[in-house]
């Protein structure tokens, strides 16, 4: 079975700190994702990576960096936080066609 | 722009019916759309995957329709259990990356 695995389930952290968001994939996926999911605006692609050290920027990019030093992890970085950034983020890694999501971290930022 | 609409309200139907999702879109021209079903607190889980080219995919108690004039897939659950009863989204390709719906959630009700 395809297993992706996010560093914490929930995580609370204040404005203005810098936050890091761990996703690792035991498949060998070449391609990551990582969304945030929010109530009546849905799962919205922040950034992807299609190979290590590659990356692309999705719909909401801004305020968001990512780093993949190795195929397995993809990192999601919140260089300072901020109160809008409060949100369920869920990655993701692709085989052929279908994403395989992890559990999710659902971030407070106060 | 590009738009995707599920139903954002929930559908309530009683065990053993069909239930039948919409998933509507305008300015795609998708090779392929997918649908997932998340339960809360869970990321999504992909089921079924259907091509620009096929008009109907089955798997078990699922049926997808799929009618690029329309712009619609069409996500049926026969026999409906009250296990069923999640968030369904339907998901669009766009080349390297897909985008979501905001879901539809169903309630089975024994």
């Known amino acids: 079975d395809v297993k992706v695995t996010q560093s914490s389930r929930y995580l609370v952290k204040r404005t203005g700190e810098k936050v890091f968001l761990e996703c690792v994939q035991d498949?060998?996926?070449?391609?990551m994702f990582w969304y945030r999911q929010d109530p009546g605006l849905g799962l919205r692609l922040i950034y992807f990576s299609y190979d290590v050290k590659m990356k692309e920027k999705g719909d909401i990019p801004e305020g968001y960096s990512v780093s993949r030093e190795k195929k397995e992890r993809f990192s999601l970085i919140l260089e300072s936080a901020s109160t809008n950034q409060t949100s369920m983020y869920l990655c993701?890694?692709?085989?052929?066609?279908?994403?395989?999501f992890g559990p999710g971290t659902r971030l407070t930022v106060t | 722009s590009q738009k995707i609409e599920q139903n954002s309200e929930a559908l309530n139907i009683q065990e053993g019916k069909t239930a039948t999702l919409t998933c509507n879109y305008t300015?795609?021209?998708?090779?392929?759309l997918q649908w997932y079903r998340q339960d809360p607190g869970r990321g999504p889980v992909f089921l079924l995957l259907i091509r620009e080219n096929e008009k109907e995919k089955r798997k078990e108690r699922l049926k997808v329709t799929f009618d690029t004039t329309l712009k619609q897939s069409l996500f049926h659950i026969t026999a409906s259990q009250p296990a069923d009863s999640a968030t369904y989204l339907c998901a669009l390709d766009r080349g390297n990356m897909l985008t979501f719906g905001g879901g539809t959630r169903l309630m089975v009700k024994p």
């Open positions: 300015n795609y021209s998708p090779a392929y």
């Open positions: 993701a890694s692709r085989s052929d066609y279908e994403q395989y």
């Open positions: 498949m060998d996926h070449e391609n």
